[in-house]
């Protein structure tokens, strides 16, 4: 059987990828097409009108495609994460020069941040900084991430969206000051020179929810075999052994724009953070690992909460239930055991 | 229809196409048309530009840009929305089978909007269809330059006539039931093996 399956370029795709590329479907008896989507939202679209018979998405998107708050109204389910955390906030070498943190802890980075945000907002030229999609676990964890400076994002800075590839050019034209976004392009940014990782998503929310396998939800017959590949297809990809390859296979096939040698750091955590070289280690940069696959209702009620504090969703209501209900180890257990 | 207090903008990263649905538009009547390329720049031009309607090809990696000018967003300086008109979900699917996502102001009228989505379908729509048959004539093109190739092969290396090679390829494809232009490739990829 064969099926079309939408991605967006991110590391966080190897487990489709390796699944599409490896045997691993066709172990299954599936034969993947991937499909790279320019846009989160073309993605949305196209799975939500059949075009796609599976997506790698955003989780958030993915409930709030099926909660009918962005774009056509989907009927999905997901039976499978692909992995947790995986994000960075990157600032501009100018802003982290202003931000002038005491260390490179949590606190004293969001602290200067805050501070440098506050002065410029009241300056009138607020600071620009860019996430994926407003409904995306990276807009929620630049909120937190400003909270715990003490700041409010809605009225201290400029949040706006940037395409992932775009990132790098942004900064170097100075359009924005920083921005929140997936491996491998906070590395690409500090390899240009032009960035500072501040903060990894995986401090400011631990084991965040992200990634998602999304499918229709009028039960496809593929949807077990499909999850079985992505599930081998991801412990193959959490297997440090496998390091080197995968990242030969994401340089190549994902369009990342980047050498394989920037890839595996990204899958092993240890990033360098600045123009210097510095080093900073932290395995849950980006897990991948058996125990993140099982799609989680406690993930979605979650992201329904961080979505109702910035304002996307009202407060009260069942949203919390729906989007629990999208997500179904269920059928995740079913599949991987059975 | 006449459209002359709307301005539209068109964003798609074929600027032929873009081209094409700003004459469509034009020609539809509606007042002024703009073509903004995708970049970094496009968020301040939207911004600037206070259009009614955008029409954005599907493939423009500035959809999640726009989404973030939305409502959606409580930082959005200009609201708008993505037009999912739910009682008519065939105009979403001939929208989306076209290429084109459409975002608009809050409280334009959808029936003023679905003109424009007509015109952008009808004009999409064109433009696949001529670029079908443009590949189709280049394909046809590459597949006689082929057929001429294998031909001169065969008349240097076996001293048959232009007819002779013909008949030869023809007969070849019959006996193995290909297409002549599989046997001129197989004929011009071994020659270009064996020298």
Redesign the interface.
Same mark, same amino acid.
């Given at each position: 059987m064969r099926i079309r399956l939408g991605y967006v370029p991110l590391t966080d795709a190897a487990p489709v990828i390796a699944a599409a590329e490896l045997g691993f479907a066709r172990d299954e008896g599936l034969e993947i097409d991937l499909a790279r989507e320019?846009?989160?939202?073309?993605l949305r679209?196209?799975l939500a009108?059949g075009?796609l018979d599976a997506a790698h998405m955003l989780g958030p998107l993915a409930i709030a495609s099926a909660l009918g708050?962005?774009?056509?109204?989907a009927r999905l389910n997901v039976p499978m994460a692909l992995g947790l955390n995986g994000n960075a906030v990157t600032v501009s070498n100018a802003l982290w020069g202003a931000m002038a943190p005491e260390s490179d802890g949590l606190a004293d980075v969001a602290a200067g941040f805050a501070r440098v945000a506050r002065a410029r907002a009241g300056e009138g030229r607020p600071l620009t900084i860019g996430?994926?999609?407003?409904?995306s676990s990276h807009s929620y964890q630049l909120r937190l991430f400003a909270g715990l400076g003490g700041l409010d994002l809605?009225t201290s800075v400029?949040?706006?969206?940037?395409?992932p590839?775009?990132t790098v050019?942004?900064l170097r034209?100075g359009?924005i000051d920083g921005f929140c976004v997936g491996a491998p392009w906070n590395s690409v940014a500090v390899a240009a020179g032009l960035g500072r990782i501040a903060a990894l998503g995986c401090e400011i929310a631990p084991d965040c929810p992200e990634k998602v396998l999304a499918l229709p939800a009028e039960g496809a017959e593929f949807t077990a075999p499909l999850v079985r590949a992505v599930h081998r297809a991801g412990l193959w990809c959490a297997d440090p052994e496998n390091r080197g390859s995968l990242s030969s296979l994401l340089a190549e096939r994902a369009d990342l724009d980047s050498d394989a040698a920037l890839i595996a750091r990204t899958l092993s955590g240890a990033l360098i953070v600045d123009a210097d070289g510095r080093e900073r280690t932290n395995p849950a940069y980006l897990r991948l690992d058996a125990a993140t696959h099982r799609p989680n209702p406690d993930h979605a009620r979650w992201l329904v909460a961080q979505m109702v504090a910035?304002?996307?969703v009202a407060p009260g209501g069942h949203a919390a239930d729906r989007a629990a209900a999208l997500y179904r180890p269920d059928i995740f257990a079913t599949a991987v055991t059975g | 229809m006449t459209e002359t207090s709307l301005t539209v903008a068109v964003i798609d990263?074929s600027p032929a196409r873009a081209a094409i649905l700003e004459e469509g538009l034009r020609a539809g009547g509606v007042g002024q048309v703009v073509v903004i390329p995708d970049g970094?720049d496009l968020?301040a031009r939207v911004a600037s530009l206070k259009p009614d309607v955008i029409v954005v090809h599907?493939?423009?990696?500035?959809?999640?840009?726009?989404?973030?000018m939305?409502g959606?967003? =409580?930082?959005a300086e200009r609201p708008v929305a993505?037009f @999912?008109d =739910?009682s008519d979900q065939t105009m979403?699917?001939a929208a @989306?089978d076209a290429g084109i996502?459409a975002y608009v102001v809050d409280g334009l009228r959808s029936e003023r909007i679905r003109s424009i989505l007509d015109i952008a379908i009808l004009r999409f729509n064109a433009f696949a269809r001529l670029q079908r048959e443009l590949d189709e004539a280049r394909s046809e093109l590459a597949d006689r330059k082929l057929i001429e190739r294998a031909k001169g092969i065969l008349m240097t290396r076996k001293g048959m006539s232009e007819d002779e090679a013909y008949k030869l390829l023809r007969r070849q494809a019959m006996n193995e039931k290909r297409k002549i232009v599989d046997i001129a490739r197989a004929i011009v990829t071994a020659a270009d093996l064996l020298g």
């Open positions: 320019p846009s989160w939202a073309t679209d196209r009108l075009h708050l962005s774009g056509p109204q996430t994926v999609h407003p409904f809605d400029r949040l706006v969206v940037v395409p590839p775009d050019d942004a034209r359009r910035c304002g996307q | 990263p970094p968020q599907l493939e423009s990696p500035s959809r999640d840009v726009l989404e973030q939305s959606l967003s =409580r930082q993505m @999912v =739910r979403m699917q @989306v996502s």
